[in-house]
């Protein structure tokens, strides 16, 4: 995004080595200098009546500007166009003028002689401020991004114990794993335990950037610590009482410098709003809020929004709330989470995998972390959604469609293996079917020829009239005729195989039935 700055300053020399130094700067479109106080107010009233858009994000007001004093016109500035980054640019850069310049409502301050890297930094802290103010200006627009850069995405709890640290470290092992310059800052001052869930042991931290005003490549080299496993991490102090030395100015420099030189910068704030990670929460491209879908964990969600609405860090909309350790019996559901909260509910929901995180989180190894882990799917298709994995597909993600195409074939082979013996199983089920109803058949046609022998008619008749067709052909009757005053008749029928009328089965099944005979004797 192009950064449009406009000059004020009076001193012909400096207004020359200014714009030369601004036009030199990366995204940085400089105005012409404006030599009075009154003419640049006056364009900045104008440009304010047509919009928002039409302001320019930074403007810089040398100390020898007149006629107004340079205090007053930053202050003016900042009252009137709350909207725009104003740096004071003076020959005196002391911690007296410092402290005057910030009273008055400026974002910088820039010595003289003037220095290429200092000049950035200052312009870029500005520029990045008055995006973040814009953004909440605007609720109806788009999120605008801060400045040129990378994607800043502050990663913050609504409670201890949900599980904040471990997505923000997975987010940027995501992030590193699909080919992105990758840096991760503990802003969790006092309890940051980034470092314990990495198994690092390194002297530095953000504490020792805190005074540190030019932030060159070489300061961030030494403070930072490039892990096994890719991303390059920013700790939070072993002594958690140094956190109070960072400071939402130190915070702001150090996140616009990383965004400089990294693509994706992840940011843990933990669950504690300080100034530092009120920076990071307030300039992030994304601002994650992570939940679990419990009561305690929604209302410490709903109290932190309304926090950061009350302290105008971010609003519920700009805010992507993640439900961590879900399941699909919860009584709390994302959807429910949403509407409790205000904020957007990302798609992904990190489901509960307790047993996958015991062991890597013992060992200091969350790097570790198996592929086939339904925590690291989630969290990776979480990287998805925030626009952090390009390029490649997540190896959790692609572990877990090499498994279901591995289980797809299996199946197939499975099935194609099956298929004979499913066929088997159903000719013997189907054949036993037709013995038993031979059974039947034979039984039932035997009791129908003692009846008609009992009354003096034909018993094989009478045994074929009740039999199918296909029984009857071959059907044999033995009925030897009556004996002491009883009739006894069987009945012999072959069993079919598989289809009644075509193959006989070698096996002969009978029918035996007696009455009473009631012919009288002549």
């Known amino acids: 995004m192009a950064v449009r700055i406009l000059a004020g300053t009076g001193d012909a020399d400096a207004a020359r080595a200014l714009l030369s130094l601004l036009g030199q700067l990366p995204g940085a479109e400089p105005a012409p200098a404006i030599g009075d106080s009154v ?50 640019l003076t020959a005196d850069p002391g911690p007296g003028m410092l402290a005057s310049a910030m009273n008055a409502g400026a974002r910088g301050v820039i010595g003289l002689p003037l220095s290429y890297d200092e000049l950035g930094a200052r312009v870029e802290a500005a520029a990045t401020w008055s995006a973040g103010v814009r953004r909440h200006l605007s609720p109806t627009r788009a999120a605008l991004p801060a400045v040129a850069g990378g994607t800043l995405v502050a990663v913050a709890g609504a409670k201890g114990g949900v599980g904040a640290t471990v997505i923000a470290v997975q987010l940027a092992l995501a992030a590193h794993g699909s080919g992105r310059s990758t840096a991760l800052v503990d802003l969790d001052l006092q309890g940051g335990d980034i470092a314990s869930y990495l198994d690092v042991q390194f002297r530095r931290s953000v504490a020792d950037l805190a005074d540190i005003a030019d932030m060159s490549s070489r300061v961030l080299n030494d403070a930072m610590y490039v892990h096994e496993s890719g991303p390059a991490l920013l700790l939070a102090p072993a002594d958690g009482e140094r956190g109070e030395e960072v400071t939402d100015r130190a915070a702001r420099l150090v996140l616009a410098a990383l965004r400089q030189r990294y693509e994706v910068v992840i940011v843990d704030c933990g669950t504690q709003v300080t100034s530092a990670n009120a920076v990071a929460v307030e300039t992030a491209d994304v601002a994650v809020l992570v939940t679990t879908p419990d009561v305690i964990a929604v209302r410490a969600a709903k109290r932190m929004v309304r926090m950061w609405d009350r302290l105008q860090i971010r609003k519920p909309q700009d805010t992507t709330a993640v439900v961590n350790r879900h399941t699909r019996g919860s009584e709390i559901q994302p959807t429910l989470i949403g509407r409790i909260t205000g904020t957007k509910i990302a798609a992904s929901a990190i489901p509960a995998g307790f047993r996958e995180l015991q062991g890597v989180i013992d060992a200091g190894r969350l790097q570790d972390l198996d592929n086939r882990s339904t925590v690291k799917a989630g969290i990776w298709a979480l990287a998805g959604e925030l626009g952090l994995v390009t390029g ?101 029928l072959r069993v079919p195989v598989l289809f009644p009328g075509a193959i006989d089965f070698p096996l002969t099944v009978s029918g035996h039935a007696s009455t009473v005979d009631e012919e009288p004797e002549p």
């Not at 003419?39 to 320019?56: I, M, Q, S, V, Y």
């Not at 006629?67 to 900042?78: F, G, K, N, Q, S």
């Not at 090499?402 to 066929?423: A, C, K, N, S, Y």
């Not at 009740?466 to 044999?476: F, R």
């Open 39 to 88: 003419a640049l107010l006056d364009t900045l009233a104008r440009a304010a009546d047509a919009g928002l858009d039409e302001l320019p994000e930074v403007v810089i007001v040398h100390d020898g500007f007149g006629p107004m004093p340079a205090l007053d016109v930053i202050r003016d500035v900042a009252l009137r166009f709350p909207a725009v980054g104003v740096v004071l």
């Open 392 to 492: 490649a597909t997540p190896p959790a993600v692609r572990s877990r469609r090499q498994r279901m195409r591995g289980d797809r074939g299996q199946v197939v082979l499975e099935t194609l293996g099956m298929t004979p013996i499913i066929l088997i199983t159903l000719v013997l089920v189907w054949q036993a079917v037709l013995a038993g109803y031979t059974f039947t058949l034979a039984g039932n046609a035997a009791d129908e020829a003692a009846r008609a022998a009992a009354v003096g008619k034909d018993p094989t008749a009478a045994a074929k009239s009740d039999l199918p067709s296909a029984w009857a052909a071959d059907a044999q009757v033995d009925a030897p005729g009556p004996s002491n005053g009883q009739v006894e008749v069987t009945v012999r």
